[in-house]
């Protein structure tokens, strides 16, 4: 028999109950949680981990966030290589990727901080090269910004302003009686 002919009776086989193939996808992903004390990252594989914190825990637009990350090996040394972090806008198209280089205070952690643009969908992603090159991600959420400072005290004094001034319209205004017409004819009898 030809070589092809084995292939294809091996293909054809039904696939034995309960098997469950490998997701490459999953390898390479991570999930954000948030807690009390902020929003945490874990992933690892047979040869690598990677640990990092998101603070603020309250993620807005138009306000730095800082991505720190722990990278650590379960075989061999310390990590000490450079680490890539970089922030997505999913479905748009702002992008930004910042290499730190290995800091020299152990244990080891890898800072990056990133400003998004806009509220909404963002991925993560951390890239570092061990024994292979590796890319891993998830996903954050971020919110509306905050309305800044300046805007809203400027808001507020306008209100109170406006509230004195109509306060004092209304104590100092018309008296009841007083009319502001100009007096008519005198009424003919």
């Not at 954050?140 to 507020?156: C, F, K, N, P």
Request: charged share 15%; no cysteine; proline share 7%.
């Amino acid at each position: 028999m030809f070589l092809s002919a084995y292939l294809a009776i091996v293909l054809s086989q039904p696939v034995p109950e309960g098997f469950v193939p490998e997701n490459t996808a999953d390898k390479t992903a991570f999930a954000v949680t948030t807690d009390r004390s902020g929003a945490s990252f874990d992933w690892s594989d047979s040869e690598d981990r990677v640990r990092g914190t998101i603070s603020p825990n309250e993620l807005s637009s138009g306000d730095p966030l800082t991505v720190s990350v722990a990278v650590g090996s379960f075989s061999g040394g310390d990590f000490e290589g450079p680490v890539t972090l970089g922030l997505e806008q999913v479905g748009g198209d702002w992008k930004t990727l910042e290499t730190v280089a290995a800091p020299k205070a152990v244990p080891r952690v890898w800072n990056a901080t990133f400003t998004p643009p806009a509220a909404g969908t963002y991925a993560l992603k951390v890239s570092f090269r061990t024994s292979r090159q590796k890319s891993v991600r998830g996903v954050i959420e971020v919110g509306m910004g905050r309305v800044s400072t300046t805007v809203g005290l400027g808001v507020g004094i306008g209100a109170i302003l406006l509230a004195v001034v109509y306060g004092l319209f209304i104590l100092f205004g018309k008296k009841d009686g007083a009319t502001s017409e100009a007096p008519g004819p005198p009424p003919t009898a």
